[in-house]
């Protein structure tokens, strides 16, 4: 049809001018009631993995801001925090891990956690640069079967959100890969170059299920 | 045999994939027994050198931190420090040259220092950019026959280690050449280009022999 | 003769290695009595200009610096300051401009002026990256047969120094045009690609004369 014909040539416009499209979220305000549900494309039953991101946020000073929650029905699996003092935590079942890096803010960070079983080298990485190593959870397994959030803590399976905790701002290009991707890899998603593609969550592809307050915008890059 | 036919199909696809592994060091708690002695290519008998490294620590405040130390029998030949103020120092055999430069922090630097006796001309690089220049030890001469230490600042001949001067973090790519290598390709190995083989430390060649509790690891570059 | 083929073989060398020396004047301690003087290659009747330094210092805080002073028997024709916070201030025979940059600091800046008479933009340039354009003696020419001095700032001519203004840190890649020079131009000389011959101060040619203690050394670039 003339609209098919439409599309396909706005298509390949775009491709000319080297410009794509991605979905940003934006959570506008304080709830505890708003979050998005992220569909993997296969469980998180992980021995290694990357798990990167671009956020930003206004939040600053003392306030606890989820990041990431991936949660199965008895354990927080795989959360990542900005803590009350600005630092990252990351939390695989039970006791984090604590970053002391430059604080988020309201300009992007690409921000990649890397963590792999058999060393327990974990390390973060923002805007390409890479953190000091630590060593954490060696010979743990992260747990399949449990929900992927952003913008709420769950304290039970899906439920118990406090709005103390909860995410304001924009997240978007949320990737996961089941291993730990060189640095210079991530160093080139950083600054927007070719990325592997993911196979744990994949931003291009994966489902998104919305509760509450949250806007999806289109952006080009 | 078969396992060499592996060795070498997976060196081949390692360098299809253009990735390198590079060994890292953590020391991941404040002790006055844990370090790393490295042994280098040839002895210490140095009239000019580059040293560099990649470093990334939580340390700040009023904290010393060992950064290298080189001592033979009766002297510190060659200590780097990060001083109580967050400046660096640079001591050979006697007293000190400190640089006001930006602090270190838990995103790598990527650190040199160069020295010429002739000149006495000395300056650090931090991720690429050049410090100015000092005069220091014009005429002097690095002796060789010591050892050389990550983690701890050794107070004798390896030993008398304070803890309140242990460094604490990640130090990887420690290298040492008997020369002053141009900026411009000390620019290069920030930035990951080529570099020349270093000939005094090679830290992809270079044993290491362990004390105490320091984590090896091996990242992809 | 033996010595002439040697020297044109250690060049032939030098060109390969892709290599190249500059020289750089280090002002070690605050003094009222260390300077440099330039000759430049033709006398500074200048209607237009750009002029650029590498400069590094660990001053900081309430001081003055001169950063570059060009006098003539009864003005100051061309003086740049690092004023008292930290701001530069460029003094063509008379009251100056301010501008409102980032410090200068240990780790080298490259810093440009242009100006032009006709149209009297002036505008500094940092590390490649341009300043707002002000408006500045327009209509003015910089007056020739005066005297260029690095380290200190002569309150008359040649003489008056004082200590409290001197220059301390490391000076070099000095050069001066009779022209304003593309931003692009500038941004390749910042990151040490081509640059055009500068025709009124050339630092590769310049003669200079020392007084006190200033040190001179060579670096490979």
Chains 1, 2, 3 share one sequence.
Not at 152 to 174: A, H, R, S, T
Not at 181 to 198: K, N, Q, V
Request: with cysteine; charged share 20%.
């Amino acid at each position: 049809s003339g609209k098919s014909i439409l599309f396909r040539l706005l298509m390949w416009m775009s491709r000319l001018s080297g410009s794509d499209s991605i979905k940003t979220l934006v959570f506008p305000t304080q709830t505890s009631t708003s979050y998005v549900e992220l569909v993997p494309q296969k469980p998180l039953n992980l021995r290694a993995y990357t798990m990167c991101m671009r956020v930003a946020t206004e939040l600053s000073g003392e306030r606890e801001v989820i990041l990431f929650a991936y949660r199965t029905r008895d354990y927080d699996e795989l959360n990542l925090w900005r803590e009350l003092d600005g630092r990252l935590g990351l939390y695989m079942s039970g006791e984090g891990i604590i970053f002391g890096v430059p604080e988020l803010g309201p300009l992007q960070t690409h921000l990649c956690v890397t963590w792999d079983s058999t060393s327990g080298a974990v390390a973060l990485f923002m805007n390409g640069r890479k953190s000091l190593t630590k060593i954490y959870k060696k010979g743990h397994t992260v747990q399949p079967w449990g929900q992927v959030i952003l913008g709420q803590d769950p304290d039970n399976y899906v439920g118990g959100f406090d709005e103390k905790q909860c995410f304001i701002g924009e997240i978007l290009d949320v990737n996961m890969w089941d291993s730990v991707l060189p640095d210079s890899t991530i160093e080139d998603m950083f600054a927007g170059r070719t990325a592997p593609t993911a196979n744990v969550i994949n931003w291009g592809s994966t489902a998104l299920l919305f509760q509450g307050n949250v806007h999806i915008v289109d952006v080009e890059r």
